[in-house]
């Protein structure tokens, strides 16, 4: 059994990797793109920079590899995290020399792609470790982490190193950056990865996880009901927000501090508390909760959807609606792990994941589509509708395949399709 120590350890391990990856995807996606505005880029540009953010839903192309080939002195994983990591803090350096972001775009673009492509491979070996250092109990925790950890390094990345760069200029704002993200450097270096007990899979076998993931028991109706009906709810709903902000006479100074860094914070403690409350409680517990949570948050932001939109009431929506998200986050997040096996781990936790997020993106997309039809208030219904839905076929996955920690350490009422050698890990349902 692992020691208290070595679960801390791996918890505080997960928690530096996954707060300094988002550190400059939430520089990309928000600083960036407001210091690129600010000097005269045009939108449509602004659209292709965002665009770069969908390299991560393919990262389950090259995720097989890192599963397939690793150093068993450095550590399997770790040999990944220390190049990936070293190659976060060496991309973000590289982006100093442009003091005048606007005037070289071109290669300003060219290196936060890089970046992002190092990003979401670090994200699946950092995924993979998870899988393998976190048992049924702490899982919660961990995801509890990770979901919370990209909040705060967006927050860090897209606010304060904005502010610095506000205050003392472009390369301080990089400096501030590559620091904060080399702390995750420092992390992995000292971490000591176990040595893998299980065996390494070939590469053949590695890419077929792709899908043989997917036979186990219950997947498939989790991966492919659940998932799409709570993300694309969720997903329809949280796309409608910045527009219907502006369009009930917001400025975009009040819309980027209320969405980007007020309900960021309760959304942290949310995602802390829903990883503890899964560990006590249980995934179905806290999917109904935060199911019926996004459901009545999301029915409170039809004021806003009609055009009313008061500042204290509106802040509150908005904070208990993403407060909500991130909840089903943590547990949708916690149940992918589940099925995630500790030989592939960083394949099965990546593909699982991936189609949460393409189901975001193109719900995202949808949703404007059609409140541009019928309006608003259609389209935040009609999300509510399906989180609900998601919900119930939620506790009908869980109570056929069960998410109860059975004496021996392992979830569910099913015999397990790979059992780890560690008998404090916990194989898939």
């Known amino acids: 059994m692992r020691q208290p120590s070595e679960r801390a350890a791996g918890l505080g391990t997960l928690t530096a990797l996954y707060v300094t990856q988002y550190l400059g995807i939430g520089f990309i996606t928000v600083g960036l793109a407001a210091i690129l505005r600010d000097g005269g880029t045009s939108l449509q540009t602004l659209g292709l920079l965002q665009a770069i953010g969908l390299v991560w839903p393919l990262k ?4 097989p590899l890192l599963d397939r080939y690793g150093s068993r002195r450095l550590g399997h994983y770790r040999s990944w995290l220390l190049v990936l990591q070293s190659g976060l803090v060496l991309a973000l350096l590289a982006l100093a020399p442009f003091d005048s972001p606007v005037d070289r775009l071109g290669p300003v673009v060219a290196i936060c792609a890089g970046y992002v492509v190092l990003s979401a491979t670090q994200d699946v070996a950092a995924d993979a470790v998870a899988v393998r250092v976190l048992s049924a109990r702490t899982r919660g925790t961990g995801n509890g982490i990770q979901v919370a950890a990209s909040y705060l390094g967006n927050l860090l990345g897209g606010g304060a190193c904005v502010v610095v760069y506000d205050r003392f200029g472009w390369v301080p704002a990089i400096l501030l950056l590559a620091a904060l993200t080399a702390v995750g450097l420092v992390v992995v270096w000292r971490f000591r990865e176990a040595p893998r007990a299980d065996r390494v899979v070939a590469t053949g076998e590695a890419y077929r996880a792709l899908l043989t993931v997917l036979r186990q028991p219950g997947c498939r109706l989790w991966t492919f009901g659940v998932v799409p009906l709570v993300y694309v709810g969720a997903g329809a709903a949280y796309a409608l927000v910045t527009p219907a902000l502006v369009d009930a006479g917001w400025s975009l100074e009040r819309v980027g501090t209320v969405t980007g860094v007020v309900i960021s914070v309760p959304a942290i403690l949310a995602g802390l508390l829903s990883g503890l409350g899964i560990g006590r409680f249980g995934r179905r517990t806290v999917l109904v909760g935060g199911g019926v949570a996004l459901v009545v948050s999301t029915v409170l932001l039809l004021p806003l959807m009609d055009g009313d939109a008061p500042l204290v009431a509106t802040v509150a929506a908005l904070a208990g609606f993403l407060s909500a998200y991130t909840v089903l986050n943590v547990v949708v997040y916690t149940v992918n792990m589940d099925y995630s096996r500790p030989d592939t781990g960083g394949t099965d936790f990546t593909v699982l994941s991936s189609f949460g997020l393409v189901c975001s993106f193109l719900a995202a997309s949808a949703g404007l589509v059609a409140a541009a039809r019928t309006g608003y208030p259609a389209v935040a219904a ?30 569910g009422d099913v015999p397990p399709v790979v059992v780890a050698s560690d008998p404090d890990r916990v194989a898939a349902h």
């Open 60 to 63: 389950f192309l090259w995720a």
């Open 382 to 411: 009609g999300a509510a509708v399906l989180v609900g839905l998601g919900v119930v076929v939620g506790v009908v996955h869980q109570r056929r395949f069960g998410d109860r920690v059975r004496p021996d350490g392992r979830v």
